[in-house]
């Protein structure tokens, strides 16, 4: 399949390009910038010029290829305002691309987070929820995933809270950045909450296998840890940085310190059994060892 790529150049995104491009398809990948076009140039994929704010570069990467994989956000915490400022601009981009495939059969495969749910790990089934500071994303999401009755094979693969290669990325990432900043390795609460985690090469493989397999409306998770408490990544991190590891207020995560806090496991039984997914590379705890100081 040639298949469009949006955040293809990111720490998933490129990921995924590279298990695309070795499993006989191609790529055309999004970019906003000329390092993103050489980037993905150097990594064997076609480049199409556009921000997700454009959506004629958008609609136009969607109509000339067989799929799309939808990674792009810009990834802005640092307020409330700035984080529904990249939500909005995320859901139009979608909602560009999902018109554009109406009707066409073709698949689409965009991303959302592992629900939580009190007292037990959630899986495929559980609903993305509604409210919250990215509750926005997940409504978008299920929007999306209604295009199945519309002739879209769209399917959602929810990512755990920390998708990492070589001891970087997401929520993990976040502990290990704000540690540099402040000198302290910290955790929310008592840091017994637990956060699901996978390694971004078998979150590829997972995205790959949705694109060419997942029926039409299907939600997958992309988990590896199940749970790991949150004190076990934080006393990673400040033994790799030789920083003290403390309880610190939730307000240290801003918007996302609600989220930070929660317990949260996630279970991805019926994805590796209904898709055969298998991952095979380090665990967090196992990766973060790459964190230098
Ligand atoms: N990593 C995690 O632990 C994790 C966990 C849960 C969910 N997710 C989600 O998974 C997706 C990919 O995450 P990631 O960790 O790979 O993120 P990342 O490393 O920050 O990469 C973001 C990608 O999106 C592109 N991008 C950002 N804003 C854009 C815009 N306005 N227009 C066009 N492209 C834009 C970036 O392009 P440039 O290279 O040009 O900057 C880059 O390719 C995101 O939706 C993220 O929220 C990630």
């Known amino acids: 399949m040639r298949v469009f790529v949006t955040g293809a150049t990111g720490l998933i995104g490129s990921a995924v390009v590279a298990d695309l491009l070795s499993n006989d398809h191609t790529v055309l990948g999004l970019a906003r910038s000329d390092a ?4 993905l140039e150097a990594a064997g ?26 990674l792009a956000f810009a990834n802005d915490f640092s307020s409330p305002e700035a984080l529904a400022n990249a939500i909005a601009e995320e859901s139009a981009a979608i909602t560009a691309i999902g018109q554009e495939l109406v009707g066409s059969d073709r698949p689409l495969v965009v991303c959302s987070g592992t629900p939580a749910v009190p007292g037990r790990s959630s899986t495929e089934e559980d609903p993305l929820p509604t409210v919250g500071p990215v ?11 209604e295009l199945a009755a519309r002739g879209v094979r769209a399917s959602a693969v929810r990512l755990p809270r920390t998708v990492h290669n070589n001891g970087t990325g997401g929520f993990a990432g976040v502990l290990t950045n704000i540690a540099r900043q402040s000198g302290v390795s910290g955790y929310a609460g008592d840091g017994t ?16 296998l949705a694109l060419e397999n997942a029926p039409a409306g299907t939600s997958w998770h992309a988990v590896d840890d199940e749970g790991d408490q949150v004190k076990d990544i934080a006393a990673v991190i400040g033994r790799r940085l030789g920083l003290p590891v ?39 705890l196992e990766d973060l060892e790459n964190i230098e100081a």
């Not at 993103?36 to 980037?39: L, R």
């Not at 909450?193 to 590829?204: E, G, K, S, T």
């Open 45 to 70: 994929a076609e480049a199409v010029r556009g921000g997700l704010a454009d959506l004629g570069a958008v609609r136009a990467g969607a109509a000339q290829t067989d799929g799309v994989i939808h």
């Open 135 to 145: 509750a926005g994303r997940g409504i978008t999401v299920t929007a999306t995933l």
């Open 36 to 39: 993103s076009a050489q980037k």
């Open 193 to 208: 909450q637990r956060w699901p985690a996978v390694h971004a090469l078998d979150a590829a493989t997972l995205f790959r």
């Open 246 to 284: 403390e309880s610190v207020p939730a307000e240290t995560y801003g918007p996302l310190g609600a989220i930070f806090a929660t317990d949260q496991p996630a279970s991805s039984a019926h994805t590796r059994a209904a898709l055969g997914w298998a991952p095979t590379h380090p665990r967090l």
